[in-house]
């Protein structure tokens, strides 16, 4: 597997990695901001998760009406505007005497723009590092995120100790402009993967066909599903620990990075093919300790294992690829991103809901439960269709496939 180093001297992918750590670290700086400003003006666990969580809520009308702009804008020019979009929206949250609602009315704008960058995002990326290299790409850039989102809790907690909420969010701003100037003067312009049009049309039509493919509606689901339930627990830390949040997030990122150096970097191909499954359990099974309503220590041991299991999207995003043709790679990343995100804001509402009627704790516990259930389905529904490929015969398995999805990479 291709070096980490190697990748650097890959023409623009310094800058969208610089770029992405410095939007990765207002993001947490930001979200932990605006979440303790709610979570004080309100007194909410179920405004707080969705005051952090919430706009992921949006990305499913942006996979519905703009996802195909992910293959027919031009890279560059995208997600600068994405980038200049949130330092707007930011600076506005910041605002003395906003309104909740206009709070998250903000946040619902915020994420309707952000479903399109990651399919702008990894598309791109997808572009650059060719001849199998996506996924140490895709590794490295998870662990930039684990990385800065240590530092960005870590600072973020010390920051609301010495400064206001507000101050934060400014701060978040000005790191969404900095990244704004390094898309725009480090990358080129390159046209559009796809030619047409970005439309709603387009969008329902792409869409229709990966979803068409049951190997990738398997895929899909394992990749939106267990991880959105397992976010669903992350977004009651401000309630469950509302002065140590920031600790359990760290840790939470800390154990993120762990497991994506390990599955990434370190682990041959035969062997993480097969850890998918095993993964998506152990990301949800410590947080079934929290039921019991542990101590800070012991809840932070938890969150850390847990968060290892998030590399199990490393695995099922090499899958994607090798399911998905050249052309359809922008929108097919983008669906899988903007899922992922709709199903974590969703189960950040519903984990925020539960908190209410019965605790935080107890609604962790709910959480990781259903996630470990929707791990063990999906599981099952892989082996048997699996197994129903097998007795149609390898001729006819490779037919269906091909005609579900066509292009080289349908296999």
């Not at 207002?26 to 605006?34: D, F, K, M, N, P």
């Not at 007194?43 to 707080?48: A, R």
């Not at 299991?309 to 097919?332: D, I, K, N, Y």
């Amino acid at each position: 597997m291709p070096g980490y180093r190697s990748l650097f001297r890959t023409p623009e992918f310094t800058p969208l990695f610089a770029a992405s750590a410095a939007q990765t670290a207002a993001q947490t700086v930001g979200g932990l901001a605006l979440a303790t400003l709610v979570f004080r003006a309100t007194g909410s666990p179920l405004l707080s998760a969705v005051s952090m969580f919430g706009p992921s809520l949006a990305q499913v009308l942006g996979a519905t009406f703009l996802l195909s702009g992910a293959d027919r804008l031009p890279p560059r020019t995208a997600l600068s505007a994405i980038a200049l979009a949130f330092t707007a929206g930011t600076a506005v949250q910041a605002l003395p005497g906003l309104p909740v609602g206009a709070v998250f009315a903000v946040l619902l704008a915020l994420g309707l723009v952000a479903s399109l960058g990651g399919g702008v995002r990894w598309g791109l990326l997808n572009e650059l590092l060719d001849n199998g290299r996506y996924l140490p790409g895709r590794s490295l850039f998870n662990m930039m995120s684990g990385l800065a989102q240590i530092a960005g809790f870590a600072t973020g907690g010390a920051l609301l100790a010495a400064l206001s909420p507000r101050v934060c969010l400014l701060l978040a701003a000005a790191l969404y402009l900095v990244a704004a100037l390094v898309l725009r003067l480090g990358l080129t312009a390159r046209p559009p993967r796809a030619a047409g049009r970005p439309s709603a049309a387009a969008t329902w039509r792409t869409n229709a066909l990966l979803w068409s493919s049951r190997p990738h509606r398997l895929t899909y689901l394992g990749l939106w599903l267990p991880n959105g339930l397992v976010v669903g627990c992350e977004s009651l830390y401000v309630s469950y620990a509302p002065h140590a949040a920031g600790t359990l997030f760290a840790c939470g990122a800390l154990g993120m990075f762990a497991g994506d150096v390990t599955v990434g970097r370190l682990l041959p191909p035969a062997v993480r093919r097969r850890l998918a499954t095993p993964l998506l359990l152990l990301l949800a099974t410590p947080y079934l300790v929290f039921g019991a309503h542990p101590p800070l220590p012991v809840a932070a041991v938890c969150v850390t294992v847990a968060s290892v299991g998030f590399a199990a999207s490393l695995v099922q995003q090499e899958r994607l690829m090798e399911l998905t043709p050249g052309e359809l790679t922008g929108q097919a990343l983008g669906l899988h991103s903007a899922g992922m995100l709709t199903l974590q804001g969703v189960s950040a509402t519903l984990a925020g809901w539960l908190a209410q009627l019965i605790s935080p704790a107890a609604g962790m516990t709910v959480m990781a439960a259903g996630s470990v259930c929707v791990t063990l389905a999906l599981a099952t529904a892989a082996r048997c269709s699996a197994a129903a490929r097998r007795s149609a015969g390898a001729g006819a398995g490779a037919a269906t496939t091909a005609a579900a999805v066509p292009g080289p990479a349908a296999r």
